[in-house]
């Protein structure tokens, strides 16, 4: 019988030992029932939707057609192909993806480490860490373009009257910053995110190994790294593949500080402001496809690191 | 003379002065001193824009503009909450993200429970790949089906509808929910349920009065994670909500515009005050509930 949590056998042995009988057929069927309120909602809401968005690229669909739709092929792909703001806003993305999955990540593991040691308060300190994560990425966002204000702004004032800024700076609509004020703010926000999910990983490597390294003379450096990141690993692994993909979609941040604004666009804000903006619905799934395919690329090279990795 | 308990006692190493040094009380507390300006340098970093939201909110409009700025308002007013509150758009926003999280949550929680029911209590073929298309669910992205989304929803007649994000969200909320209670699941010993089933209960019994209440926690996670996500949500919302009225609060907070008509006055106290108020209960329920939440988070994550 179970001695403990088992994963292997959950349907009880008796019923088991013969193979398509009736009750055997019957807790498939059952099974499958069961399944099909969710594989149902995964269809409507996820497949039907992304095959229809294949679909469209290869129409010129328009919101507010006055013309019936009409199937033109690659033509969407050919024009994706030369659009410049495209290409910048992928270009965008990515500059942002790697600064702040950088900063979130090395800034997440120097925190984990410092929560990690035990102290009074830690409990504290981890909720603490916990709140700028729930808040609405919108509310945040809107936190600090005031604190960013050009003229009332708390980080101007602060800056100037610390003597760390000459003067004060139009951190959002001043292009040359615009791109490290949004960074500021996802990394504000995300940063403890990661902290969180980097400190579960360190809890768990056990204390002994540290003990015994001790003795052995290990400097705390040599500890580091070689029994730290290396029982680290999957956490780390699973923590930047999500926080990158994260960021490859981000949208709020850069909406509430540029709303349409050309010049800092990422492939998302591009994407709706052609579907929903201005109604190109062919086009613009197009774009959808496009940034489907790019994310993909991400994941595949994520998924081949890790088999590396694992052998 | 050597005691058998000398002999067997390890040759003491020479301990190095630092080594002393920091096992003194003293050097404990010298040591300890970094450390605590870290975490103190943490608490600031993560908390200090609160600090400010809170601080602006009760600073009359007026001294808001102002410089130069004051780190404590020297005039603190409530002005801004009723100004915030006088909003229709704001508290109905309040009303409408509270139905959209609530009835994305409820279902997600229905549906997802079921299914791992099914994936984590049965063995059947094509289970791991229904568990691998979910947990590829979770790395879907939202902006790729926009457009399809949208025309769907037009002839669906939920354009600027609630009904709209209820839909929509399900696509984040339940595939998440599924792959952590399948984990909550498949965690289950089987003693219970064999001694039900032994007993004559159905299948639909045993996952009512047997497995449901053993995997609450899990219930209670995922259902929080659910309802935070939903709450946060804007892309969609932003997409499919067209009137005030039916604003969530992401849209709310962003659409506060000065009553005066002027284009540069951006009333910041009524945004600052609507900021306090959509987060203050947010925020308590993360502290309240962080175990849980740290516990969803990892178990969606690290293990997977």
Redesign the interface.
């Given at each position: 019988?179970?001695t403990?949590?088992?994963?292997a056998?959950?349907?009880?042995t008796a019923r088991?030992r013969r193979r398509g009988t009736k009750l055997q057929r019957r807790?498939?069927h059952?099974?499958?029932?069961?399944?099909l309120?969710?594989?149902a909602?995964?269809a409507l809401?996820?497949m039907?939707?992304?095959?229809?968005?294949v679909y469209?690229s290869f129409t010129d669909?328009e919101?507010l057609a006055l013309q019936p739709t009409k199937w033109v092929g690659l033509q969407n792909y050919r024009d994706l192909w030369h659009d410049s703001l495209f290409r910048d806003s992928i270009w965008e993305t990515i500059k942002f993806t790697v600064i702040t999955v950088a900063f979130e990540f090395g800034l997440g593991l120097a925190?984990a480490l410092?929560?990690n040691?035990n102290?009074k308060?830690r409990g504290v300190?981890?909720?603490?860490?916990?709140?700028?994560w729930?808040?609405?990425?919108?509310?945040?966002a809107?936190?600090?373009k005031?604190?960013l204000?050009d003229?009332?702004?708390?980080v101007n004032?602060l800056g100037v009257r610390l003597h760390i800024l000459s003067h004060s700076r139009a951190w959002i609509s001043d292009p040359s910053t615009a791109l490290a004020s949004v960074c500021a703010v996802d990394i504000?926000k995300t940063t403890?995110?990661v902290a969180?999910?980097l400190l579960?990983?360190l809890q768990v490597i056990p204390q002994d190994l540290y003990e015994a390294a001790r003795v052995d003379g290990a400097s705390v450096l040599q500890q580091f790294w070689k029994i730290t990141l290396p029982l680290l690993k999957?956490?780390i692994l699973?923590?930047l593949?999500?926080r990158t993909?994260d960021a490859?979609?981000v949208?709020?941040v850069f909406?509430?500080f540029f709303g349409n604004r050309t010049d800092t666009q990422t492939?998302?804000i591009y994407?709706?402001s052609t579907?929903?903006g201005d109604g190109h619905?062919g086009y613009?799934?197009a774009v959808?496809?496009a940034?489907?395919l790019i994310?993909a690329v991400f994941?595949v090279i994520y998924v081949s690191v890790n088999r590396l990795g694992e052998e | 003379m050597s005691t058998a308990a000398e002999a067997t006692r390890p040759a003491a190493r020479p301990i190095s002065r630092s080594r002393r040094m920091r096992k003194s009380p003293f050097g404990r507390i010298v040591l300890r001193i970094p450390f605590y300006f870290l975490i103190a340098v943490i608490f600031v970093y993560a908390l200090f824009p609160f600090y400010w939201v809170v601080r602006s909110s009760f600073t009359p409009e007026v001294n808001l503009f102002q410089t130069p700025v004051h780190y404590f308002p020297q005039h603190p007013t409530l002005a801004n909450y009723r100004g915030a509150l006088s909003e229709s758009f704001f508290t109905d926003a309040l009303i409408n993200s509270a139905i959209v999280a609530g009835g994305v949550t409820l279902l997600s929680l229905a549906i997802g429970a079921s299914a791992a029911f099914a994936l984590g209590r049965f063995k059947f073929h094509g289970r791991s790949f229904v568990l691998y298309v979910m947990l590829s669910m979770t790395i879907f992205p939202q902006i790729a089906i926009l457009g399809a989304l949208y025309t769907t929803i037009s002839r669906l007649h939920l354009y600027d509808k609630l009904g709209a994000l209820i839909f929509s969200y399900l696509i984040f909320t339940l595939p998440f929910t599924v792959w952590v209670l399948t984990s909550f699941m498949r965690a289950l010993p089987g003693d219970l349920e064999e001694a039900a089933y032994v007993d004559g209960a159905t299948p639909i019994q045993v996952f009512y009065k047997v497995l449901l209440p053993l995997i609450a926690p899990g219930l209670v996670t995922t259902g929080l994670l659910a309802f935070i996500s939903a709450w946060n949500e804007y892309l969609y919302a932003l997409s499919f909500i067209q009137s005030p009225n039916h604003y969530t609060v992401p849209l709310a907070i962003t659409s506060f515009v000065s009553k005066t008509g002027s284009a540069f006055a951006v009333p910041w106290g009524q945004i600052m005050a609507a900021t306090v108020i959509i987060t203050l209960p947010l925020i308590l329920a993360v502290l309240i509930l962080q175990k849980r939440i740290i516990a969803g988070l990892t178990a969606g994550a690290v293990k997977g």
């Open positions: 019988m179970s403990g949590p088992s994963v056998t959950p349907v009880p088991r807790q498939t059952l099974a499958w029932l069961l399944l309120p969710a594989l909602v995964v809401v996820a039907y939707p992304l095959g229809k968005t469209q669909q919101f925190i410092v929560v040691s102290f308060g300190m981890r909720a603490v860490m916990l709140v700028p729930a808040i609405p990425t919108v509310v945040a809107q936190m600090w005031w604190m204000d003229t009332f702004g708390v004032d504000w403890p995110f969180l999910l579960a990983g999957p956490a699973v923590t593949i999500f993909l490859l979609r949208f709020d909406y509430v492939m998302a994407d709706q579907i929903v619905v613009g799934s959808s496809v940034i489907f994310i994941v | -």
